[in-house]
């Protein structure tokens, strides 16, 4: 049996579901995806101007699906000797970690979605950050880690992606 076997009002049903879904993604989703992108392209301007020439690693908090764009965005910048930990609008560094020798590692964070999920941790036994990296100007829809970004952040890090990252683990 088939919904069109049920006659016109299931089909109507089924097209008006269909409808609201895209007129949530349209009017709520894709503008959120919009300013959260800009967001995240000022921040960048903002830490490249006060911090010229050193790399830097964007992502999330962990476990920020109840922030906001704003909130959620993190950038590191690598220093020499320490990782700085920078926000949206900050003038300064929120914390600092210092760079110790093991004191980058992959975590699985388990979260909502399974233990397949990583996080970046960086570590001086003191201080500490973790960030789901993802570079926020551009993803088209919604954030989320690739293993190129997590490759790219280690080596950004001063670390080899392959003594971190399994290929089969990673999506």
């Known amino acids: 049996m088939t919904w069109m076997g049920d ?10 579901v269909f409808g609201v879904g895209m007129f949530v993604f349209v009017v709520v989703l894709l503008p ?9 392209a000022r921040m960048v301007r903002q830490v490249e101007r006060l ?4 790399p830097l690693v964007l992502g999330q908090i962990p476990l920020s699906g ?21 926000g949206y609008g900050d003038s300064s560094p929120r914390w600092t970690v210092r760079r110790t ?3 980058v590692n992959l975590i699985r964070s388990g979260g909502i979605t399974g233990s397949g999920i990583y996080d970046l ?3 001086d036994g003191e201080q500490r950050v973790s960030i789901r990296p993802c570079d926020l100007r551009k993803l088209p829809w919604f954030p989320m880690s690739r ?3 997590f490759a790219h952040a280690l080596i950004t890090l001063g670390e080899r992606p392959q003594d971190h990252l399994v290929m089969n683990e990673m999506g």
Request: aromatic content about 8%.
């Open 51 to 54: 911090r010229p020439g050193w």
């Open 121 to 123: 941790e960086v570590s």
């Open 7 to 16: 006659g016109p009002g299931v089909a109507l049903g089924v097209l008006a």
């Open 147 to 149: 293993h190129s970004d």
């Open 101 to 103: 020798p093991r004191g």
């Open 66 to 86: 109840y922030a906001t764009a704003k909130s959620a965005a993190v950038i590191l910048v690598v220093l020499l000797d320490a990782v700085e930990v920078w």
């Open 32 to 40: 959120w995806s919009v300013i959260g992108r800009r967001q995240c």
